[in-house]
């Protein structure tokens, strides 16, 4: 990779997630309906279509879990959500040639029915605090991604 491209790819990354870490704020300040999107979730599935190197990929990724499920002890949490990561970083490279709204919108349904089936949330998948959330992360997602294909066409 050119440098320069290199550069900007790490500036692309860097401001999705300083719009992360806005919309984790916000989250906490206005709740919807006490239904609290997985931002986590939504943020590395999004930032797999856009970061093509791995460290740097890894070093985000972990970052947002930390920032916003910070706590003192493991949680099997942090373990899922690092392999939703890989999975996505790995999907996204090797699996996803047409990447568009539509392909983010089914990668983030199948990451949370992952991330519901793992934790042991079977039964919530049938609610619709399950749909809302499904729902508030789709938007979301589609706003980064969004927000990713406008820094990358400004910067290219």
Request: net charge positive; glycine share 4%; charged share 10%.
């Amino acid at each position: 990779m050119e440098r320069a491209s290199l550069k900007s790819v790490r500036l692309i990354s860097f401001i999705l997630f300083f719009i992360y870490i806005v919309l984790t704020w916000l989250n906490f300040l206005l709740p919807l309906h006490f239904i609290k999107p997985n931002f986590v979730l939504v943020f590395i599935s999004v930032l797999g279509f856009f970061v093509g190197d791995f460290l740097l990929f890894s070093t985000y990724a972990l970052l947002s879990i930390f920032v916003i499920k910070y706590s003192p002890f493991f949680d099997w949490e942090y373990f899922i959500l690092c392999i939703i990561a890989f999975l996505s970083f790995f999907i996204s490279k090797h699996f996803l040639y047409k990447k568009n709204y539509l392909t983010i919108g089914f990668i983030i349904t199948f990451f949370q029915l992952l991330f519901y089936l793992s934790v042991g949330q079977v039964g919530l998948i049938f609610s619709l605090v399950f749909v809302m959330e499904l729902v508030f992360n789709i938007l979301l997602g589609e706003l980064l991604f969004f927000f990713g294909l406008w820094l990358k066409k400004i910067f290219y």
